[in-house]
């Protein structure tokens, strides 16, 4: 071990370890994919109503007063990043190792790689819109009009709150935006189908035995997702729910 070695904090270490990426792929993986379905059971209450759905919200927006919400997205965001950041150095440290006599196997794995990387940068992006357009209200009005917001009775006293169920409805009425979660939660359920059985065979879960389930776990997982994700604008864009 060389002295720059030594000096160097113990991240860093890890980062300069192919091992060390690989497992912070696969932590951060069962981070956010631990993270999806809790998201995923939240988002589903819009089809409860906007009393319900609001009273989460407010829940959220409140908790850790207010600082809760935060600490989640900065650390929703952070994940995201060191993913892809570790799955795109990993890559291309594999390709700068392969020989030249690649079999069709490696060929194969190659391409494999490729869409991993770009399905984790379109994620990447989802992820940045996807706080643009609900919680920063980037290119719409849901900060200042009055329909985004409702009055409730807290012990006889009136008490204003975000309408965040009307945010949902009318931020899914503009079709650009819709045919962008729809790719988007494609290549994030691609990204999963491969990833999550991956996640478990980087932190030494998977075997023989059990690697036929895994992969059947992972499939039926990215499915799951993808239905539960996309219900919501497609029902509120196509079939006209909430309008």
């Known amino acids: 071990m060389n002295d720059s070695t030594r000096s160097c904090p113990s991240i860093c270490r890890i980062w300069t370890s192919s091992i060390g990426r690989k497992m912070l792929v696969a932590l951060t993986g069962a981070g956010l994919t631990l993270f999806l379905l809790g998201h995923l059971a939240g988002n589903l209450l819009v089809f409860a109503g906007p009393e319900m759905f609001n009273d989460y919200a407010e829940f959220l927006h409140n908790m850790l007063h207010g600082m809760g919400v935060w600490g989640a997205r900065l650390g929703l965001l952070a994940l995201v990043v060191v993913h892809v950041a570790a799955t795109i150095s990993l ?25 991993m990387i770009w399905s984790g940068l379109t994620i990447l992006a989802f992820v940045i819109y996807h706080l643009l357009h609900f ?20 012990n006889g006293e009136l008490v204003t709150r975000a309408n965040a169920w009307q945010m949902v409805i009318d931020g899914f009425t503009w079709w650009p935006a819709v045919l962008f979660y729809i790719i988007a939660m494609s290549m994030l359920c691609s990204h999963l189908s491969h990833g999550v059985q991956s996640m478990f065979q980087t932190l030494g879960l998977r075997s023989k035995k059990t ?3 895994l992969d059947k776990l992972s499939l039926g997982y990215a499915w799951f997702i993808w239905i539960g994700f996309l219900s919501i604008p497609i029902a509120i864009r196509i079939f006209g729910f909430g309008r």
């Open 135 to 154: 919680t920063a209200k980037v290119a719409n009005e849901y900060g200042s009009a009055a329909r985004y917001f409702e009055e409730v009775n807290r």
């Open 91 to 115: 890559t291309r440290e594999n390709r700068a190792a392969r020989q030249s006599y690649e079999c069709k196997a490696s060929i194969q794995m190659k391409r494999s790689s490729g869409l």
């Open 211 to 213: 690697a036929d389930l």
